[in-house]
Nanobody, 124 residues
Framework: QLQLVESGGGLVQPGGSLRLSCEAIGFSQEHYAIGWFRQAPGKEREAVSCISNGAGGTRYADSVKGRFTISRDNAKSMLYLQMNSLRPEDTAVYYC?????????????????WGQGIRVTVSS
């Protein structure tokens, strides 16, 4: 059974940084593409970033390019989202998700398993 567990969220001031972690439990995460999504109150879930299996190619939403970095450590079954220069509009619940075959990395329906989500609040 695919299980994903996020950690590392919290409250940070604008301009600050956070690193989210996603632990893959019970499956070989290196065979899966991993995406990060977020959902702000009253809004739809939106794609933030994705890292492929294999060569580990990355994709980013325009709103986070140059500020967020996705990475993976296959040996530790961990995925990361380094978030720098955070803005109030980055406030949301963040989710990691795993999918084997992605035709469109930004579509939530492409993913097979989801974490429970973790809250990130950017506020002074």
């Amino acid at each position: 059974q695919l299980q994903l567990v996020e950690s590392g969220g919290g409250l940070v001031q604008p301009g600050g940084s956070l690193r989210l972690s996603c632990e893959a439990i019970g499956f070989s995460q290196e065979h899966y593409a991993i995406g990060w999504f977020r959902q702000a109150p009253g809004k739809e879930r939106e794609a933030v970033s994705c890292i492929s299996n294999g060569a580990g190619g990355t994709r980013y939403a325009d709103s986070v390019k140059g500020r967020f970095t996705i990475s993976r450590d296959n040996a530790k079954s961990m995925l990361y989202l380094q978030m720098n220069s955070l803005r109030p509009e980055d406030t949301a619940v963040y989710y990691c998700a795993a999918g084997q075959i992605l035709n469109d990395w930004s579509r939530p329906s492409e993913y097979d398993a989801w974490g429970q989500g973790i809250r990130v609040t950017v506020s002074s």
